[in-house]
C-alpha cells in the first residue's frame, strides 16, 4: 500500500496534515464560538460559517493563478503559511468584536487559499514521472488519508483546551446556557427559559446565584475558551512549516509550474501536447465535475453546522455500551493503527515484518479491551467531538478503498474516476437518510426556543455516527479520486488555475451549507433538512451519469 510511491508524497501529506489539524480544531467549536460569543441564532451563524467556507476554497482559484504565472506553488505555499499564521493568532485575542473577527477570518482564507490547491498541484506533479503511472489515484488516497489524520485529532483537542480554561473558572459546558444566558441579558427570555437557567446555574460551581452576572460570566469565560483553542492552529502551522522546509529535497523536483518547466528542457519533453481542441475539452469536463462537487460539499460540510447542532440539541450529551471507545481519540488512533497492522501482515513480503505486524496487532487489541474495560459505564460527550468520527473513519477505510480498487483494477473492472464520483454521490444521499430517519418525530428548532433550545427527546449518538460512516464512504469515493482526476485532466499551463477551479466549486458549495442553517429555524419539521440533502445528492448523480462518457472520454 506504502509502496512505490515517491518519497515527496509524505513530506508533503504531513505538512498538509499540521496545517489541517490547526484548521479543523478551529472548524470543530466555530459556530458554537458565534453562538456563545454573539448570541447569533442558528441560521445567521451557520451563514457566517458558510461565507467563511466558501472564502476558504474559492480564494485557491486566485494562488493557483499567482503560482501558475508568478511564484510558483513552493514559495506560494510558503507564503500560505505565513499569512495562515497571522490570521489565527488573531483568532486568539479573546473579546475580539465582530469586525476583527470577519478581518482574521478573511487573512486565514487568504492563506489558506495560497497553500491548499499549490501544495496538491506539486502532489500531482510527483506523479507526472512515467515510473509512477497508475500510482496516482492510491497516492491521492494516502495523502487524503493524511489529511485526516490531523483532522481526527482535533475536535478532541479543541474540548481538551475548552475545557481546561472552563474548568479554570470554575464551570463546566452546558449546551443550553449560552442560548439562554444571551435570552436573559436580552430580555426575550421566557418564565420557563428562566426557570431552566436558575437550575443550570445551581449545577456549575462558580458560587454565583445571580442570574445576569453568571451569564455575563459565562458567555465571557466559554468564548475566551474558544479562542485558547483557536490558538491551537498557530502551533500547527509551526510545524507544517518546519516539516515543508526540512523535507523539501524529497519534493523540490515537483515544484515547478509551465514556465519553470519550459525553461527545463530535460523536462520538457516529457510534457503533452495538447490541441486547442483537447484543452476545450479537458477545461469543460473538469467544469462540469465541479458543478457534481458543489451539491456534494454542501450536503457533506453540514458536519460543522447543522449536524452539530443536531449533535448539540438533539443527540444524548453521554455514550453508554460500546459507543463509549469510540468517544476518546486515542482509542480510534489505536483501532487505526490496528487496522494498518492486519493489513501489513497480508501485504508484508518478509516473515519478520508479518510478525511484527501481528505483534502489533495484538497489543493494540490488549490495549482497547484494557480501556475499554477501565472505562466509565456512561461517559459525557461535547457536540463538537463528533467530528472526530469522519476523519478517523477516512484513516481506517483507506486501505480498504486502495485493496479494492487494486483488486477491480488487475481484473480490469475498475472503474474511471468519474464513475466513482457518481457512485459517491448516492452514498451521501443514503448517509442523510439515516438523518431524516432519526429526526422524523423530534420537534422542529423553531419550538424549542423557549428552552434554550434542546430537545427534551434525544437520540443516541449511534445515529449520528452511523451518518458520518456512510458519508465518509462518500467522500472516499468522492474528494480524493476528483483531486486525483483535476491533475490528471488538466491542461499543463492551467494546473494550478484548475485546482482552484476545484476549490471553487467546493467554496460555492460550503457558501451553500447556510441553506440547511436557514431552513434550520424556518418552522418546517426537522426531517424535512435532511431530505432536501439527499434530493440534491440524487439529482448530482443522475447528472454526472448522464455526460458519463463525455467525462472518461476526457481522461484519454
Not at 516529457?270 to 456534494?296: G, M, N, S
Not at 438533539?314 to 487505526?336: D, H, K, M, P
Request: one cysteine or more.
Amino acid at each position: 500500500m506504502f509502496k512505490n510511491h515517491p518519497k515527496g508524497l509524505y513530506a508533503l501529506a504531513l505538512a498538509n496534515t499540521g496545517e489541517r489539524f490547526g484548521y479543523y480544531t478551529m472548524l470543530a467549536i466555530f459556530v458554537l464560538f458565534l453562538q456563545a460569543k454573539f448570541g447569533l441564532d442558528s441560521a445567521s451563524a451557520t451563514r457566517l460559517n458558510g461565507i467563511f467556507l466558501a472564502a476558504v476554497y474559492f480564494l485557491p482559484l486566485l494562488g493557483g493563478f499567482i503560482a501558475d504565472n508568478w511564484l510558483g506553488y513552493g514559495k506560494t505555499v510558503t507564503a500560505g503559511i505565513i499569512v495562515m499564521f497571522v490570521g489565527y493568532l488573531l483568532m486568539t485575542i479573546p473579546g475580539m468584536g465582530m469586525i476583527p473577527l470577519i478581518v482574521a477570518l478573511f487573512i486565514i482564507a487568504l492563506g489558506t487559499g495560497l497553500f491548499k490547491g499549490n501544495l496538491q498541484v506539486m502532489v500531482g506533479n510527483l506523479y507526472d514521472d512515467p515510473k509512477y503511472k497508475g500510482r496516482r489515484d492510491p497516492g491521492f488516497s494516502l495523502f487524503y488519508m493524511a489529511i485526516n489524520i490531523g483532522a481526527m485529532f482535533a475536535p478532541a483537542a479543541a474540548t481538551a483546551v475548552t475545557n481546561f480554561f472552563l474548568k479554570k473558572a470554575g464551570l463546566f459546558y452546558d449546551a443550553k446556557i449560552p442560548a439562554l444566558a444571551h435570552q436573559f441579558l436580552n430580555g426575550t427570555i421566557e418564565p420557563e427559559g428562566t426557570a431552566e437557567l436558575t437550575t443550570l446555574v445551581s449545577a456549575q460551581s462558580a458560587g454565583i446565584s445571580d442570574l445576569t452576572q453568571f451569564s455575563h460570566l459565562y458567555i465571557d469565560k466559554l468564548s475566551e475558551a474558544y479562542n485558547y483553542a483557536f490558538g491551537v492552529a498557530c502551533i500547527s502551522l509551526i510545524v507544517s512549516m518546519l516539516i515543508f522546509l526540512a523535507f523539501r529535497k524529497t519534493f523540490k523536483h515537483a515544484d515547478y509550474n509551465s514556465k519553470q518547466l519550459a525553461a527545463q528542457t530535460n523536462k520538457a519533453s516529457t510534457e503533452p501536447e495538447l490541441t486547442k481542441k483537447q484543452i476545450t475539452e479537458r477545461v469543460v469536463a473538469l467544469i462540469l465535475v465541479f458543478i457534481v462537487v458543489i451539491f456534494f460539499w454542501m450536503a457533506f460540510h453540514q458536519n460543522s453546522g447543522t449536524m452539530t447542532l443536531f449533535a448539540r440539541d438533539y443527540t444524548q450529551n453521554f455514550a453508554e455500551g460500546w459507543t463509549r471507545i469510540g468517544f476518546s481519540v486515542l482509542n480510534l488512533a489505536l483501532i487505526a493503527v490496528g487496522v494498518y497492522a492486519l493489513f501489513n501482515i497480508f501485504q508484508s513480503a518478509t516473515a519478520k515484518a508479518k510478525s511484527i505486524s501481528v505483534a502489533v496487532l495484538a497489543a493494540v487489541l490488549a490495549i482497547l479491551v484494557w480501556n475499554y474495560s477501565g472505562m466509565n459505564q456512561r461517559i459525557d460527550i461535547l457536540p463538537q467531538i463528533f467530528q472526530q468520527f469522519n476523519p478517523f473513519f477516512v484513516v481506517a477505510l483507506t486501505p480498504f478503498s486502495i485493496a479494492i480498487f487494486a483488486w477491480l483494477a488487475k481484473t480490469g473492472k475498475e472503474p474511471s474516476t468519474p464513475r466513482k464520483i457518481g457512485v459517491g454521490m448516492l452514498v451521501a444521499a443514503v448517509g442523510f437518510v439515516i438523518l431524516a430517519v432519526a429526526s422524523y418525530q423530534l420537534a422542529s428548532p423553531s419550538e424549542l426556543k423557549s428552552v434554550g433550545g434542546v430537545s427534551p427527546t434525544l437520540v443516541s449518538p449511534n445515529w449520528l455516527i452511523s451518518t458520518y460512516l456512510v458519508l465518509t464512504f462518500a467522500e472516499l469515493l468522492l474528494s480524493p479520486m476528483g483531486i486525483s482526476f483535476v491533475t490528471k485532466v488538466a491542461p499543463p499551463k492551467l494546473k494550478g488555475l484548475m485546482m482552484g477551479g476545484w476549490f471553487a466549486a467546493t467554496a460555492i458549495g460550503n457558501y451553500l451549507t447556510s441553506i440547511p442553517g436557514e431552513l434550520w429555524e424556518s418552522g418546517i419539521p426537522l426531517w424535512t433538512v435532511w431530505t432536501v440533502l439527499i434530493v440534491l445528492c440524487l439529482l448530482s448523480a443522475i447528472f454526472i451519469f448522464s455526460i458519463m462518457k463525455r467525462l472518461e472520454n476526457a481522461t484519454k
